[in-house]
């Protein structure tokens, strides 16, 4: 519920009297239920009637299914009252576990007891996002059942969706999850309800772990989840809200427009070419990023969020070393953004554990060049006909290496006797 994924009212009751009162309470027809629990197994076996619609049906069924108690094995068992759904609709499951060399996964499928005959269900991989979540709906083998019905397809579909990306950011926030199903998944004509949740926690985890700071990406998941840490406000000199943050699929079409008003110059300046060509996939590799490798961030203002700066932290096989480059927006130049990104980049480097940063800059881009060697960056040796110059930057001592940052970057990072302070957190900077 916490998460938005709503499951429905669910009363155990231990006597005739106090089922009676829950379905008074939940409102008449309501359905009844044994759910045995087995110690063996993670998932119950149950009985169900439907359709209880007085006080003695109520009362008659409760003795039945009390009745069925009668073994050693279900003392865990108990009677369920709940409301009864008497509208269209279809039994879905979604859920997710763990595999030994991926990770967690999501699976969404056929639901209801049909589950266990059918086996037949798509999976994902924990984050989703709403376009990823439609195409493990549209994979499934009961999607063309559902894409028949009008209702789902009005509002059915995006309930369903919401669904998965919630789930999926539940199982992103707590690894200790071994398995958990919903099933069934109600979907209805008005959204989506969960009318059981079955959760086993995986023992393989100690209960105090935590991600460790440097870990970006968790050990339970196989991708990266989007690193809200990396969100800040900054303060331009005119008082200006930038808004810097790490890039997500979504921004392809804005990344297009920042592009496409870049002037030839600082295209030049960045690419090392006057035009760039901007097909759908070479986007998608800009903006689908592996968080765990490259750390792509934007500068962004206003409500509408549009871009005035990129900046990518790009990881060398090593994980020790990082290729920084930015670009900032023609008009938005001269106003302080390409050192605040310089100073981003850095603070993120030493919280992610990086030593040095590299920077590929044209010999005839001097401001670029100037900016690098105020922070302390230094040019290693290079033909004097190349046509780049690559800029290095030690952000934290090793033995025989000598720190260069000048006087303003010691002050920021609390760089005492040219060593780095080790990292605690990124609130210097804010």
Sequence with gaps: RLYGIPVIEKARIRDEDEAVRAAQRIGYPITMMLEIERSRTLRSDKIVFNNRKNDNEVQRTFSFLQGQIDSPDDSQSSVIVQPMINKHCYELMVGAQKDLHVGSFIKFGLGGYNVRKERDYSIGLPPLNQTQARKMIEEAAIYPCLK???????????SLEEILVRLSQLIVDFPHIGVIDINPLIIMDNGCIARDVVIQIDK?????????KRDVCPVHLSIPPYPFQYQKDISLKDGTILHVRPIRGEDEACLRRFFEKLSEGTVFSRFGQYRINLPHEHLVRLCQVDYDRDLAFLAVVGDEEAIVGDARLNRLANHEMAELSFVVADQWQGKGIGGLLMDFCILVAKEIGLKTLLMEVLQSNERMKRLGYKYGFQPLPCDEEDDMVE??????????????FSTSTKEKYNIINNQAAPATSMAPLW
């Design 148 to 158: 028949k019905d009008h209702f789902f397809q009005k509002r059915g579909l995006r």
């Design 204 to 212: 393989n985890i100690p209960q105090e772990y935590l991600w460790a």
């Design 391 to 404: 800029l290095q930057l030690k952000i934290c001592r090793e033995a025989g290496d000598e720190l260069m």
